[in-house]
């Protein structure tokens, strides 16, 4: 392609460079403090804010978690966390995703205590959040009994970006179309490292495990030699 | 604002005026034929191709569906599909939502027979799709009853563009803490004039109340003096 110089304007940067860099020096910056950062993703309605209260309840004042939770209106998930932990709403006004910019701003919004795990409760999509760094250490994809088991094949890019699967609302696997063997197979198809949880977060199950895997995780990612456990 | 004419483009067009027009053209066409299109919009997972699957069933040839069906990727609700109706996948490759001149290509393929009810299967997605004319005369947005009652207020626009809600799963009600009465308060405060259907289309509850609607809908909707029954 030939550019005539009069009518074009070089930018000489890459912008998606500066916000890979800059989701890695947040990244790299709470690694240091001891912090993990998890970003949670899934379609709306999966479960992640009552998984977030599960893993409160679970870990019941043993580690300091904080929540940044997104949505496009409301301050409803927050208020829903409020009583178990330290948590900011950060609504979109509309946005399909959450962007790094939006995640410091409510980080600088949190108490300034020492956070040892860091929850980023993504705007229930299962397509736009796939594209956003927004400087977590691990992301995890959940996909309810209920949504059906032929979603990983359907929404690649969100199972090809994320380190672990959550099958969420097992209780219900009586009563709904669905196996786990099955989506676990067409999710790892896509990742073949993908960890896999199954959890229900009404009843309990399967939350000990997960918040197990989340203590490794912090092991591995951040720098806590002092305060991991 | 000052603007250099040397190194201004003037568009001089209104861009979304054109895809206004684009639609409604499109809309005016197919109504002219008698077709009433419908936008089913949705989380992945709530049930919007077994909604189509049990509407097919419950005609049985009474009228001429076809269905167009977005997805990302594979061509897996196509196959569900197939065996009751024309049907033809579009496959974004990614994008989050459909959009009309995709929804044209596809219909295009459909075979070339008059058609009373045309179905658009959107992207599994509560937020991209709202902001998408595609030639629909009605909206209709489902919500099941396992993704929690909160959340029309959470995905407003999605609720204020659609002109029916269908609560979809109602089978799962005793297992799921959900309260029909909540979920059609939070979207009716949103849109006053939403037209409310429960239904399971596993089991079959409120399949004849929603096809009756669909039949009124074609009568206001389209010029169908002589196949309208």
Redesign the interface.
């Given at each position: 392609m030939n550019l005539d110089p009069t009518r074009t304007i070089a930018i000489n940067a890459d912008i998606y460079a500066q916000r890979r860099q800059a989701a890695q020096a947040l990244r790299e910056r709470l690694a240091g403090q001891g912090t993990l950062v998890v970003n949670l993703v899934s379609?709306?309605?999966s479960g992640k804010t009552s998984l977030l209260e599960a893993t409160a309840k679970h870990w019941h004042g043993a580690h300091r978690m904080a929540v940044l939770v997104g949505?496009?209106?409301?301050e409803?998930?927050a208020a829903r966390l409020a009583p178990y932990v330290p948590v900011q709403q950060l609504t979109t006004g509309?946005a399909?995703h959450l962007e790094l910019d939006l995640v410091k701003r409510g980080l600088e919004r949190l108490p300034a205590d020492p956070i040892d795990f860091l929850f980023i409760e993504n705007?229930?999509?299962?397509?736009?959040p796939a594209s956003h760094d927004v400087g977590e250490h691990v992301r995890v994809v959940l996909v309810?009994t209920?949504?059906?088991d032929?979603?990983p094949?359907?929404?690649?890019?969100m199972f090809r970006t994320s380190q672990a699967l959550i099958v969420t609302?097992i209780?219900?696997l009586p009563?709904?179309?669905f196996s786990i063997p099955a989506v676990v197979e067409d999710a790892q198809r896509i990742q073949g490292n993908l960890t896999v949880f199954q959890l229900s977060a009404?009843h309990g199950q399967g939350i000990a495990a997960w918040c197990e895997w989340l203590e490794r995780q912090r092991t591995v990612h951040t720098d806590c030699s002092r305060s991991c456990t």
């Amino acid at each position: 392609m030939n550019l005539d110089p009069t009518r074009t304007i070089a930018i000489n940067a890459d912008i998606y460079a500066q916000r890979r860099q800059a989701a890695q020096a947040l990244r790299e910056r709470l690694a240091g403090q001891g912090t993990l950062v998890v970003n949670l993703v899934s379609s709306p309605g999966s479960g992640k804010t009552s998984l977030l209260e599960a893993t409160a309840k679970h870990w019941h004042g043993a580690h300091r978690m904080a929540v940044l939770v997104g949505d496009l209106e409301t301050e409803r998930d927050a208020a829903r966390l409020a009583p178990y932990v330290p948590v900011q709403q950060l609504t979109t006004g509309g946005a399909c995703h959450l962007e790094l910019d939006l995640v410091k701003r409510g980080l600088e919004r949190l108490p300034a205590d020492p956070i040892d795990f860091l929850f980023i409760e993504n705007i229930g999509n299962l397509v736009c959040p796939a594209s956003h760094d927004v400087g977590e250490h691990v992301r995890v994809v959940l996909v309810s009994t209920t949504e059906g088991d032929d979603k990983p094949g359907k929404y690649p890019k969100m199972f090809r970006t994320s380190q672990a699967l959550i099958v969420t609302k097992i209780d219900l696997l009586p009563y709904v179309p669905f196996s786990i063997p099955a989506v676990v197979e067409d999710a790892q198809r896509i990742q073949g490292n993908l960890t896999v949880f199954q959890l229900s977060a009404l009843h309990g199950q399967g939350i000990a495990a997960w918040c197990e895997w989340l203590e490794r995780q912090r092991t591995v990612h951040t720098d806590c030699s002092r305060s991991c456990t």
